[in-house]
């Protein structure tokens, strides 16, 4: 095991930037930014022991200044889609920044993946990592209540990286934390004949804004959004509702400590990645609107959080976090090799 940190570059504004690398015994290697807490690069031995990096990047860090696509970061205050901008909590009105077209999407423009954060590694026995953490302020991006927030990667030798999360608060909050890496197994070209299995019977229909309406669906009413069986993510992809995937699923077995949410299988290389967590949904997001810097379902992201719009939806689990509580959740990548 080693950890490694690094200055990375500065902002426009003057803010260094580090990189921390990790790296396990068997050579899977993580690269974390202190900007945006963002997962930059993860190399990962293909069937013939060839390593490659496996989610989107970008060469420097003013690629990842100037990134619209959220890549590798760490998402919050609220992942994900509030609609209208708008909610209430505790009889008062909250009004949010609009950054996708009528709604707010992963805490504004100005959101954690836009702050720098402050490191720790840490290194021992069978696993290394960096504790991150970051005060967001009262009123920042809208949001009641100065929130601590915490965000462990852990790199460990059985070629798991595991994101742990935790917050606390001084006044009521809704609070819904993600990582937003884009993967890609083969590490080129697109995601189409990877196959991806979700253990989710059910998903959040959505409205044309992709606001749920409240309904849990069954996947099995909707074939293109069936992957209880695991199937070549390209299978159904023009069929799926809006032409693509950009959905929350409903994880099955979420009452569990650690459950498994989905795995998906690049069968060329033989690399795998399962995903685990303690969260009630995993967004399911096929890269419909990559073009440019990158390939159009060039990579794929799976992130796991409380339901969009919860804030709103009293019928979803609760993202709110109170004073005296602790918000906390686990997401686990296991990385293995099928030949």
């Not at 496996?54 to 959220?70: A, I, R, S």
Request: glycine share 10%; aromatic share 10%; charged share 20%.
């Amino acid at each position: 095991m080693s950890v490694q940190s690094r200055p990375w570059g500065q902002l426009k504004s003057g803010e260094p930037v580090q990189q921390i690398t990790l790296t396990n015994a068997n050579q899977i290697m993580a690269k974390i930014l202190t900007y945006g807490g963002i997962l930059a690069e993860l190399h990962a031995p293909d069937k013939d022991g060839k390593n490659a990096n496996v989610c989107l990047t970008y060469p420097d860090l003013d690629g990842f200044e100037k990134d619209t696509f959220f890549i590798g970061a760490t998402v919050g205050r609220f992942a994900n889609r509030i609609a209208k901008g708008h909610f209430e909590l505790n009889g008062k009105s909250y009004s949010l920044a609009i950054n996708d077209g009528p709604n707010h999407l992963h805490g504004g423009p100005t959101g954690y993946f836009a702050r720098v954060w402050d490191a720790e590694p840490f290194e021992k026995s069978g696993e290394c990592g960096v504790i991150l953490t970051y005060t967001s302020a009262d009123g920042e991006e809208g949001y009641p209540g100065t929130v601590n927030v915490k965000v462990m990667y852990t790199l460990t030798d059985q070629d798991e990286l595991r994101i742990d999360y935790e917050a606390t608060t001084d006044q009521a909050t809704p609070i819904n934390l993600t990582n937003h890496t884009y993967w890609n197994l083969a590490g080129k070209g697109t995601v189409h004949d990877h196959v991806l299995k979700l253990h989710c019977s059910r998903f959040l229909a959505v409205d044309d804004t992709a606001i749920p309406t409240g309904e849990l669906a069954p996947v099995a009413e909707t074939p293109a959004m069936d992957f209880t069986n695991p199937k070549p993510v390209g299978k159904d992809l023009d069929a799926a509702p809006g032409g693509g995937y950009d959905h929350c699923f409903v994880i099955d077995d979420s009452n569990g400590p650690l459950a498994p949410a989905a795995k998906l299988t690049d069968p060329a290389s033989g690399r795998v990645m399962e995903v685990l967590t303690t969260k009630p949904g995993i967004q399911f997001y096929s890269g419909n609107f990559l073009e440019g810097q990158f390939v159009k379902h060039g990579a794929l992201c799976l992130e796991t959080q409380f339901f969009p719009d919860a804030p709103n939806q009293p019928e979803f689990p609760s993202c709110i976090l109170n004073p005296g509580e602790v918000y906390k959740h686990t997401t686990v990548h296991r990385f293995t090799v099928e030949k």
